[in-house]
């Protein structure tokens, strides 16, 4: 699917915008995911590495005998990855679409104790 708008003649991609917060042992991160329906979201998590997927997809293409005279909404697919500074505990994380909205609450993973070995 292309994406429809473009900026400085340039054809322009849906870009996932995240604010990102630390709260009572998690991260705390909201995306604006306007357009999306949230089936069309994958979220990954690979250690401290958190990978957000969408599709967003236009809601009716142009009928016959129509003339678009201006564009500015977004369409296609997108990707936004970003590394937090602590590993996240998968089995615990969470997700919550509302409004536009991707809210993720990822727990901390437990920093490993360091192990001494003996020499023998």
């Known amino acids: 699917m292309r994406p ?23 991260y705390v991160v909201h995306a604006e995911m306007p357009g999306t329906k949230k089936d069309d979201i ?6 401290a590495q958190v990978t957000l997927s969408a599709e967003i997809k236009r809601e009716k293409d142009v009928s016959e005998g129509e003339r678009v005279l201006h564009s ?31 809210e993720l609450t990822l727990p901390k993973k437990a920093a490993a104790q360091r192990k001494q070995i003996a020499i023998q």
């Open 4 to 26: 429809v708008a473009y900026e400085g003649g340039q054809a322009v991609a849906p870009r996932v915008k995240v604010d990102v917060t630390e709260k009572n042992g998690a």
């Open 42 to 47: 994958q979220i990954t998590i690979d250690g």
């Open 72 to 102: 500015e909404r977004v369409y296609g697919k997108t990707s936004r990855s970003f590394t937090l500074p602590q590993e996240i505990d998968e089995a615990a994380a969470q997700a919550k679409f509302n409004d536009g909205v991707l």
